[in-house]
């Protein structure tokens, strides 16, 4: 008996890290960008990626939900939220991003990795009614705010886009671009 509650305690010690919660912060001191401080928390448990950019009145969040295969952004200076299906081709998956953040803290400040992907997601003009169909984190983060679906557009499209464009740089991964024609953004 004593060596089965052994055991179960020394499991949960090994096991726990592997679920748990916890935040990375990413400085960018070198940022050209303007894409300020971001702090990066991943949940392996729920299979969720949350990402805080904080710069000013362009601070945004994205989480990423590996579960339901929707991502979200909201941009609190306009007010608004935008959902979209991930890119599975270019949104590294969930271990392999943890292992990423781990790798990139751990690095020096003068290394250099690949340089990010670029996706660009057109913004449809009619509000989202009905958040729970992306999930209940989704449907938590972007609650009494006004959301937007969008799609992503490629090749030809990425220069007839109407409207104003948004970019969320994500970590040194991803760079997003959201355009269109909400009437808030």
Known sequence: MKFTIFFAGLLGVFI???????????????????SGQQSVSINNQHNLVNVDNNNGWDSWNTLWDYKTGFAATRLFAKKICIVHKMNQEFVPPIHVLDAMV???????????????????YSINSEQVNDLNKFGKSIATMCKNVPTYTAEETQGA????????????????VLNISFCGGTEEY
């Open 157 to 172: 499209s990425l220069f007839f886009s109407s409207g104003k464009c948004f970019n969320a740089n994500v970590l040194w």
């Open 16 to 34: 726990a890290p592997a679920l748990a919660d916890y935040n990375i912060n990413v400085n960018d001191d070198d940022n050209t960008g303007g």
């Open 102 to 120: 781990k790798e990139k803290k751990l690095q020096d400040k003068g290394a250099r990795g690949p340089p990010p992907k670029s996706l660009m």
